[in-house]
């Protein structure tokens, strides 16, 4: 519960609206409290004396009444809608603001299902128990101190009646609170499951057809839902159980007063319409209880939502500035690594790096080669803090990255992934995503250094061509090449191609490899690969094996001097390799 406190601080912008609500739910609940003294009139005074016109004038006063009491109830729910709908906005814009704030780390700890859940069912959970709270929450003890105030005013020996109802009724609500509520924490864990599962499938579906692995995935969704139907099974089988426990306990109250509000009416201690009214008010006074018993499931839900939406806006990113973060207005693109190990986790596991030191001078091409996990991502990770060095240091122009300013570091650096992530928009949006500003002109030239403005052209709205989502209508060439464009397009000081061109043909290759070195001859260039004639023309090869560096220099003294880099180089190209 104080998890879903704490989330109900994003209301401070609606104190207002909240106050009008409230002011018009007081009002509904004195025109509900005042309908069953007008029915004590009606019976006492009308019907008992033989009345029409105080049954008729009441009628009519409690027909108002009633008309009044909606429009008031019609005012609170417009009020409430808008003040939930406002927090649900404000809440969700916070969630997704903190996530553009998480390092790689963070996003390592919360997979995509799992923010995506908070993002939508959590949000939901939370955003409805505050509509409802500003409709019942409020309502339900304003209605329970005014019917048991009026009902100890109109018959105290009844009252008693209902005082021992009460606490039977309050333990079976802490119970229920208590008992369904993990229920409610792991029913939203299965569906985080079950969210991870089919996200994965759509974005690979793809591969799922290709190797034929369609039994498999319908195996592992229905696992996953079968344990989210279970658990939310056997949450709503206890519901189930509890309400008509509750329905029982006011049905019993009300035989009880009948039962001995007629042995007052046969001694004349009270009359009929008392007792009416005096059935009303015990509705009015259990109907909250009921009320909250129904909504324990939605509290609870509510609040085991509200703890995993805390996690998200509580969580720390891994790598922030430092206060005495520094800007860097030009670089020339010198990187130095000091005897640099890293892992992904500070808790004493393995290294994924080990004492990497090496110098890249401006403008130089760097080349990563190794085998896969060798550590190649990891190692150019660090050079625009996507992660940081657990001992040692990365170095730009003798500043070391943990004392420059992250967004003006990677505003220096541009990247091309080696997936390649493009997003819903045109081809032109999507090149100029790191630049917004550039004019069309600057994102033919990146496209054309990328190779990509001919297959460009020949779609008919060439670069207003809309793009699939993580575009779909592409293909892995065509994509790497945009990204490529949309890297070059920034005028990076340093560049990082990590393993971009893995779905590019041998030729294109080594047409985007021509017109980088002529174009960015003054950009530092760290290029991941996995076909070692990408590497043949760098000023640098980093051989890196299990995490250390193996073998470094240019490709004719690798090949004197490193047998492992021979390895790698006959068994793909061998000595046609080095005839061509």
Do not use: W
């Not at 027909?63 to 609170?76: D, K, M």
């Not at 990497?356 to 990770?381: H, M, R, W, Y």
Request: negative net charge; glycine residues 6%; hydrophobic residues 45%.
């Amino acid at each position: 519960m104080s998890d879903l406190r704490r989330v109900t601080r994003f209301l401070s912008p609606y104190k207002r609206e909240v106050a009008i609500a409230t002011v018009f739910l007081g009002l509904v609940v004195l025109a509900d409290l005042y309908i069953p003294r007008l029915i004590q009139v009606i019976i006492d005074d009308g019907v008992a004396q033989r009345d029409m016109n105080v049954v008729l004038t009441t009628s009519l006063l409690m027909i108002g009444v009633s008309i009044l009491e909606a429009v008031l109830s019609i005012a609170n729910t417009l009020y409430s809608v808008k003040v939930s709908r406002g927090f649900e906005a404000d809440l969700r814009e916070a969630i997704f603001k903190k996530i553009q704030t998480f390092s790689f780390g963070n996003l390592d700890d919360l997979n995509t299902g799992q923010l995506l859940t908070r993002l939508t069912s959590d949000l939901t959970q939370v955003q409805m128990i505050i509509s409802m709270g500003l409709r019942m929450f409020i309502r339900a003890p304003l209605m329970f101190i005014g019917s048991f105030g009026i009902m100890f005013a109109i018959n105290p020996d009844l009252v008693t009646v209902i005082l021992s109802l009460l606490p039977v009724t309050f333990l079976l609500v802490t119970f229920f609170i208590r008992f369904v509520r993990p229920l409610f924490t792991q029913v939203q864990e299965r569906l985080d499951y079950l969210n991870q599962v089919l996200q994965e499938n759509l974005s690979g579906i793809r591969v799922v057809k290709a190797f034929v692995r369609s039994d498999y995935e319908n195996k592992r969704f229905e696992k996953a839902n079968m344990e989210l139907y279970e658990t939310s099974l056997k949450m709503r089988q206890y519901t189930s159980i509890f309400f008509p426990i509750v329905m029982m306990l006011m049905n019993l109250g009300t035989v009880a007063i009948i039962y001995y509000g007629g042995l007052q009416v046969f001694v004349g201690k009270t009359s009929v319409g008392q007792i009416m009214a005096f059935t009303n008010y015990l509705f009015s006074t259990m109907f909250p209880v009921l009320m909250l018993s129904m909504m324990a499931g939605q509290i609870s839900a509510a609040s085991a939502s509200a703890s995993r939406i805390m996690e998200v806006l509580d969580a720390v990113p891994e790598i922030q500035d430092s206060p005495e973060a520094i800007r860097l207005d030009e670089i020339q693109g010198k990187v130095v690594f000091e005897s640099v190990t890293f892992s992904y986790r500070d808790d004493g596991g393995d290294p994924v790096l080990t004492d990497i030191s090496f110098t890249a001078e401006p403008g130089e091409k760097v080349a990563l080669l190794g085998q896969t996990g060798s550590g190649k991502s990891s190692l150019i990770n660090l050079i625009p803090r996507f992660y940081d060095a657990n001992l040692g240091r990365v170095t730009i122009d003798g500043y070391d990255v943990k004392e420059i300013e992250m967004s003006n570091l990677r505003r220096h650096i541009g990247f091309s992934l080696q997936e390649a992530i493009l997003f819903s928009g045109t081809i032109r949006d999507n090149i100029r995503y790191g630049r917004p500003d550039a004019s069309d002109e600057k994102v033919v030239e990146a496209a054309k250094i990328a190779q990509a403005h001919e297959f460009i052209m020949t779609f008919p709205e060439g670069y207003d061509t809309m793009v699939g989502q993580r575009g779909v209508n592409l293909s892995g060439g065509q994509k790497q090449r945009l990204a490529i464009a949309r890297a070059l397009l920034v005028k990076p000081k340093i560049l990082i191609l990590d393993d971009s061109t893995s779905a590019v043909d041998v030729e294109t290759e080594a047409e985007i490899e021509n017109a980088l070195e002529e174009l960015m001859s003054d950009t530092t260039s760290f290029i991941v690969a996995q076909r070692i004639s990408t590497v043949l023309k760098a000023d640098k090869i980093l051989v890196l094996d299990n995490g250390r560096i193996a073998a470094q220099g240019n490709h004719e003294e690798l090949m004197e001097t490193s047998p492992l880099y021979q390895e790698i180089y006959d068994s793909q190209l061998g000595d046609g390799g080095a005839e061509a």
